[in-house]
């Protein structure tokens, strides 16, 4: 097979008669459409009864992919039980937040703990590698679907006291852990430990707990549980196919499921990428960056996939507007731009019915090719045609690194106190959107990541801090790096309980302060920070800051202070010199422009400010390939404008020769592909 | 008994004393009401335990009406279990959508499949039958009260699955129906099947379901349920009573019970008129004559009750204002205008306690007949009796049908896609008030009638088509009528799945194109349409439409156009010509004037346009009587004005003749009654 | 020990280790802390198993305390039961308005009616009363915290139908009492009644029940059933505590209990103090003084103790700001000046983790006492120690009553109509506010209260009206005072029964006036009522008045009138003059100064205007000692304003002598406690 970015999506042929196989080969082909997921949500149909295997169809579909030159994504079906087993084994269904065992119905809705479920998705995981894992034109495995879910059982209690007996080891340490001499919580055996939802520890849903610890626990469980399923099935398929690729795919910004721990299962990253609705197409594009990013990140940067996006238009949302003529493309190049070694489609042809027979396909109901859609697709088929090989397995080198930690993440929203109008990915995204906006290129970390990689490393809430990090943090100062992180940050360990001294904990020496109090203001109060000879606007919390000298240097010096309220005239945001570096702190939560500032002061520290830094809407992102090559993508996701060629270079897509500096005429969803050189 | 318009309401005198009675009867006199419901909710009354009845105080109730010269409706009290059953039975109580088994309390509260509830109610009301049944007094029979809500019980899941039996036969067609390969859920038995609801299918309520085809089919199982023991009740009367009608108080526009379903087992319509409030006087009014002609349509346009109505307040709102004064007559001659020869009241006495407390009665806690509320029921009471016979049996010829449809209701208020914020009522009622105010005479009737009848169709949201009907609207237009339908119409088969041919499915060749795409967007989104000269604002959902020759005639021509977005100056509303008719769609949904446009546009082709259809509030009704005489009914809803005289004639309640084109003084809330001659 | 305002707070030292302890009591000695509350939540700690007690860490709490010159309030940890508790009970568990049992977790989780729980709580009452009880340190006990919350469970059913049995004797008592003729809900047998909740009576919540009378009475027994815990606890230390007094801390304007129903059972009156946020300063200090007027009037205006208040920031709120400076020792003021003799803090040293470790402590994480929070703790500490005793057992002398009942409080809330949005407390606050700013000294009072030594009497609301409060009221009234009532007063019964006669019932004749419709609007429709040449704007509620000579005198004077709609021109407020007095009535909801207009004049009738009623946001309160020394307290809520000096004296805590009529300058925040002389 070709080597080329990978094109095509989710295809259920099983449910079409073989006719429609015909017509869908043929628009595949017009598409230039070379890769093809099935098997996803075919459980009943490959196994219509426990004791009944029927592989016939999928015999037929893998051989007719195959002969049409298509490549294969293989998919265990584990993403929906079939009714057989659920009525088989009704504790292999959910119980939910509100204690309810659900029967069966929708999808990703089997108990991770269930032993029967477990033993039936492994074992037909086991019969499909066993039958297909030798097949040449199966290029990757895709195991399950949009993993995520929480179920409340027994049997996960049971389970979750497990996952707890082996990190606690013994119930004193877990009873400090959770502080649980607070309200009179001291367990004093391991089976009085419920799972924690609206029947035991929650009251107005899931963010709302009486101890933070146990809830924590729990969705470190829950991840934990889910990643089980992946574990065992991809164990199964290892056991018959030896090298082909497994992945999941994943969503992006998910909240539930903390994705850092399961990367090390992942043989590549894989994600689905249906971006929430937003006036700002900056908004919406940095978002999906961000995304890409965190993606990439699992894997140490290596290439990823969109394993899904719709051609057109969702059917979930309350709203589902379609795509703008071009943003397909556009959005599609960004992709690759950020690291995607493919761009699937969820659906290549449109479902009949039940919840999702409006969302876009490739083919709609009537199976037309002359659409608006069809044609975008046809037209990005040929680009990446054209493009082939080039881009493949390209990296996004880059000297800042933003960290996200899920801990952090579930911590700040579930704290009573101070705010909770305070959102992880508000503040997250926008660290990341003036980044973006300033062209930097930026990798998207764990708290664990080496950071001697970086000039500068960003951490927006970083409420929690666990391990050696601030002292790897001290040290990316000491030797000329840059530090950024925000109110909130540095308040609890690893078990969620305060920090027994100043606030933001660890980090109060090399910030050069303490903060003293935190006033929390409803969303409509403003505070006007003066800030590099501007004035921005603060909102929900408001750290009250006192610069001191510590060890590792002198006080912080303030470089933005309140304008209102009884500490107006105190520092809001600050920057401490250590050693060869700065660490800044940023004691509320500032509007875009505000942040900008903050942002574009730290990466004009290292010279990181990009080619069209002050050109709004206009992405740059760069992806070097295996031999050094450096592709500069230049994205227009706004109105018409002329801007100037940053490098010299080739256009993959056009074949023109760029010269920098030249003027450059960038339509709306315009894309070009800078071969540099 | 004199023949007049049924005047009175809903009367418990078994919750007072004797004296109370006597009070209650003099005031009846005054106000000329000449008409009790009694029996409602009286169950637990008329049989205090399982082996015990007393009909003793009914007897004298029902003797004393009778000695009074007042006709009985007499109720069987099955609209509220007396406790002694639920407790004796607990699974009489229904499930919830949440799966939760109810104990005793607040009424509609049995579970329709329970059969000691069956049993019971239906002994009951064969005992009534038994003793009452022969009673001169007695005109109606009135079974239960406001039948509506859902069980999800046990054998609510069984007596389900046995109705999917009968109406699938096998598991295949069921599946195929619900086209349950997708997600895999392939039913291989029937006890596989759960009751949709949250703990199986939904989320986010009712209206969110994994698998619209099991919804669906749950709803159309629940109104059938209900008619079950409606049905069976009014057979166990009917075993002593071989002529009197049989009724039951529906609600008017309800979305949970698919009252067509219910028409032919109803001897006369009756429903409730609470319109919900509303800012405009012409919403309201529109809407209770939108809700009548529904009403009248079920039984193929014969005249109806208004079983309830209150005289003043509601209780159960969460504000309730009072009916301004002259509101209550407006209002209950457009009840005759429409259809009614009954006009009720609930209730005539105000309720001690309990929820209702507050509910208008025509006589209040204080028994005062010289409020203002007393004051306007006896002139109204005057009124119907001097009014006498005149209007009753009269009959509102119609050469306008607008289609209803239960089915398309439910399906696109269910659909993932494409607009959550589409609300079918918010369309009918829009189309319908564009008829109402152009004074055309509307039946309101089931897809299924007989449109030889009509000159125009309207069908707004006719998401689903079913059986012959787009044969049927085509031979309409055919023959010279026009034919009117809007975006998401024609989308799926009976069985909620797709067409796989163009949008809008069976309609398309009529229509003379093709939707290539449906965009959605927020609500605050306005695309202006031109149309007819005008500027309308669309919002929610924007087809693109593309004309297109069908083997019936050529393409559709374009009426209207989008003013904005990428799909500015595309088709927004299109006229087609077909054989002597024309058939028009309307892409978006247009605020009220561009609906108007379309609508008078329509009505003009064939001269339907009424005499003061540019007279805004006001309404123009006909009625005629057996006897063949016409009376026009000019009902002011606003301001006060001045209009034309339509017709020459007398009105009915003033005694005065009119001469068309004479000025005519319409008063606030005026009513005018003309029979023509 | 000195006598003294109490200080101090909760302490919970058996979470920390020892060398803790000894920061914690030099952080007090600084502060002038002399009081801590300690064993609140401690049953886990105290008693780690069924079979096992540990009061070793409880005896050196103890005696550091008695060692440190500190006074103790012993609590019994009822409050939150120990896991080992509810794993060996799982029924003593509660179950929820939604009828789901729920399994260990937060706190305030006992089933009241739990035999288990009840006995092991009352026992460890005793172990600790047995053990403690004649310790010297301990100058009070505090039962329990915060009572409140409801179960649902079998069990408490069972209560439920024993409680009404002896409430009503038989069935046809308890049937005449909830109206259960309506809606067929005639019980014959006690086992039928079900505990009202979402699995019976109600929809939509708590409020919203289809019979008020169940609910009513699920509510009033509520309160008992939460009450017969704290006196099972009281009277097992009684049993080795002859003397010192018993007490639990309430909550304010809390509305699940009648704390009427449980004053007799306290020993003295105590209360947490945390008001919500609220846009402006005099809505929060009224309402403040409002709740101390409350708890006040429990024990018949004997002093009160703030058991906790929060030195800086809560945390169960989304928002949580700091206290701004000086607010703290306004606030402390402020509950000396209405009745306070000791003043509390939750909590001394911040919680390490869970839901409350954001909540302000005395001392922070870190420990620090150079905080702002900490240096304005030790300022009223000094403060405090330099008044000593010169204010305590100090009473607050009112010729104002402001009558508060519950059950109207429930009635009006949970009645269907006329308006959801009428809330008793914005109407009972609106009231109190009016009269606060006008410096009237206010007992605030149940219905039951002697109405004798009141000139005025302000009953908002006060829609059940029970027993021989009408005599009471009209005695009043003959004999000289004022009584001001409000629309939707006098309406029903003990029993939520309408009363059958005029409305407002048995105030109808004292008022000299009947309401024949009340009308009811959207929160956005006003209607203006000219009330004493100003025009103020109405909402909600508009009861059409018609005045009505009755036997007590003539027909009521009209004083406002409605200035729109059809009943403009007739009477929003009206003044009957009975006897020597008059009796007011406002027959709808007025904005503040139409409030404001009412009570003034009423106010004024008696020469009850304070000396500085017309400066906004200044508070006046005057405390007598029992020696008869009169302490006028001026306390300023908002900017800094100069005003006259009232009266001779000395300010207590500046030492200055103050001389009527001078110049006094007011910074915000500012505090005077003025000893006349």
């Known amino acids: 097979m070709t080597r080329r970015i990978g094109y095509g999506g989710d295809y259920n042929p099983e449910q079409w008669p073989r006719d429609v196989w015909d017509e869908d080969y043929a628009a595949f082909a017009t598409a230039g459409i070379d890769t093809v997921t099935v098997g996803v949500f075919a459980w009943a149909h490959l196994q219509p009864a426990e004791d009944r295997y029927d592989f016939s169809t999928l015999d037929a579909i893998v051989e007719r992919a195959a002969a049409e030159g298509v490549r294969i994504v293989l998919a265990t079906p584990s993403g929906a039980m079939p009714p057989w087993l659920a009525h088989a084994y009704p504790d292999a269904c959910r119980v939910d937040f509100e204690g309810r065992r659900h029967v069966y119905g929708q999808r990703h809705n089997a108990c991770p703990s269930s032993p029967d479920f477990r033993r039936l998705s492994v074992a037909l995981a086991g019969k499909l590698a066993e039958r297909y894992g030798d097949h040449p034109a199966i290029v990757a495995w895709h195991v399950g679907n949009e993993y995520g879910g929480t179920c409340w059982c027994p049997r996960c209690g049971e389970a979750f006291r497990d996952w707890l007996r082996e990190r606690y080891g013994d119930l004193d340490r877990l009873n400090a852990a959770w502080n649980t001499a607070f309200w009179s919580h001291t367990f004093t055996d391991w089976a009085q430990i419920p799972p924690p939802n609206a029947l035991s520890e929650h009251w107005r849903g899931p963010d709302h707990t009486a101890f933070q610890g146990i809830t924590l626990d729990y969705r470190r469980f829950t991840s934990d549980a889910l990643l089980g399923g992946f574990v065992a099935e991809k164990a199964a398929i290892r056991a018959h196919v030896p090298d082909t690729p497994?992945?999941?795919?994943?969503?992006?910004?998910?909240?539930?499921?903390?994705?850092?721990?399961?990367?090390?299962?992942?043989?590549?990253?894989?994600?689905?990428?249906?971006?929430?609705?937003?006036?700002?197409?900056?908004?919406?594009?940095?978002?999906?960056?961000?995304?890409?990013?965190?993606?990439?990140?699992?894997?140490?940067?290596?290439?990823?996939?969109?394993?899904?996006?719709?051609?057109?238009?969702?059917?979930?949302?309350?709203?589902?507007?379609?795509?703008?003529?071009?943003?397909?493309?556009?959005?599609?190049?960004?992709?690759?731009?950020?690291?995607?070694?493919?761009?699937?489609?969820?659906?290549?042809?449109?479902?009949?019915?039940?919840?999702?027979?409006?969302?876009?396909?490739?083919?709609?109901?009537?199976?037309?090719?002359?659409?608006?859609?069809?044609?975008?697709?046809?037209?990005?088929?040929?680009?990446?045609?054209?493009?082939?090989?080039?881009?493949?397995?390209?990296?996004?080198?880059?000297?800042?690194?933003?960290?996200?930690?899920?801990?952090?993440?579930?911590?700040?929203?579930?704290?009573?106190?101070?705010?909770?109008?305070?959102?992880?990915?508000?503040?997250?995204?926008?660290?990341?959107?003036?980044?973006?906006?300033?062209?930097?290129?930026?990798?998207?970390?764990?708290?664990?990541?080496?950071?001697?990689?970086?000039?500068?490393?960003?951490?927006?809430?970083?409420?929690?801090?666990?391990?050696?990090?601030?002292?790897?943090?001290?040290?990316?100062?000491?030797?000329?790096?840059?530090?950024?992180?925000?109110?909130?940050?540095?308040?609890?360990?690893?078990?969620?309980?305060?920090?027994?001294?100043?606030?933001?904990?660890?980090?109060?020496?090399?910030?050069?302060?303490?903060?003293?109090?935190?006033?929390?203001?409803?969303?409509?109060?403003?505070?006007?920070?003066?800030?590099?000879?501007?004035?921005?606007?603060?909102?929900?919390?408001?750290?009250?800051?006192?610069?001191?000298?510590?060890?590792?240097?002198?006080?912080?010096?303030?470089?933005?202070?309140?304008?209102?309220?009884?500490?107006?005239?105190?520092?809001?945001?600050?920057?401490?010199?250590?050693?060869?570096?700065?660490?800044?702190?940023?004691?509320?939560?500032?509007?875009?422009?505000?942040?900008?500032?903050?942002?574009?002061?730290?990466?004009?520290?290292?010279?990181?400010?990009?080619?069209?830094?002050?050109?709004?809407?206009?992405?740059?992102?760069e992806r070097v390939t295996p031999d050094g090559v450096r592709h500069l993508f230049v994205l227009n996701h706004g109105e018409a404008r002329t801007v100037r060629v940053p490098v010299d270079g080739t256009d993959l897509l056009s074949g023109h020769d760029l010269r920098a500096g030249d003027e450059l005429a960038l339509a709306p969803a315009a894309v070009h592909v800078i071969r540099r050189g």
């Open 246 to 621: 497994v992945t999941t795919n994943m969503m992006g910004l998910y909240q539930p499921i903390d994705y850092h721990r399961w990367a090390p299962h992942l043989d590549f990253a894989s994600w689905d990428n249906y971006p929430p609705e937003d006036a700002s197409p900056s908004r919406t594009a940095s978002r999906m960056a961000l995304a890409h990013g965190l993606m990439r990140g699992l894997r140490d940067g290596a290439p990823f996939w969109v394993m899904e996006q719709t051609p057109s238009v969702t059917a979930s949302r309350d709203v589902n507007p379609v795509k703008r003529p071009g943003v397909l493309r556009l959005w599609s190049w960004q992709s690759v731009a950020h690291g995607a070694d493919a761009v699937l489609y969820f659906q290549l042809r449109q479902s009949r019915g039940a919840c999702e027979k409006y969302h876009g396909a490739v083919l709609d109901h009537a199976g037309r090719t002359d659409t608006r859609v069809f044609r975008e697709v046809v037209e990005l088929g040929g680009e990446f045609a054209r493009v082939g090989d080039a881009l493949l397995g390209g990296r996004t080198p880059a000297r800042v690194a933003l960290l996200v930690d899920w801990d952090s993440w579930w911590a700040v929203e579930m704290s009573d106190g101070p705010n909770r109008n305070v959102r992880y990915l508000d503040v997250l995204t926008a660290y990341h959107r003036a980044l973006w906006q300033a062209n930097a290129s930026v990798d998207v970390v764990p708290v664990t990541a080496d950071l001697t990689r970086y000039d500068v490393v960003v951490a927006p809430l970083l409420h929690m801090v666990k391990g050696d990090l601030a002292d790897r943090v001290t040290a990316l100062v000491e030797r000329g790096g840059t530090f950024v992180t925000t109110a909130l940050s540095g308040r609890v360990d690893e078990e969620d309980n305060a920090f027994l001294a100043d606030v933001p904990g660890p980090f109060a020496g090399l910030l050069g302060l303490r903060v003293e109090e935190t006033d929390a203001r409803q969303p409509h109060v403003v505070n006007p920070v003066a800030l590099d000879g501007e004035v921005h606007e603060a909102r929900h919390v408001f750290e009250l800051i006192v610069p001191e000298a510590a060890p590792g240097g002198p006080a912080a010096e303030v470089r933005g202070t309140y304008g209102a309220d009884f500490y107006a005239g105190t520092p809001a945001v600050t920057r401490a010199v250590r050693g060869a570096g700065s660490a800044w702190y940023v004691g509320t939560l500032l509007d875009d422009a505000g942040v900008a500032s903050v942002v574009r002061s730290t990466l004009a520290e290292h010279d990181l400010l990009g080619p069209l830094a002050d050109v709004p809407d206009v992405e740059v992102a």
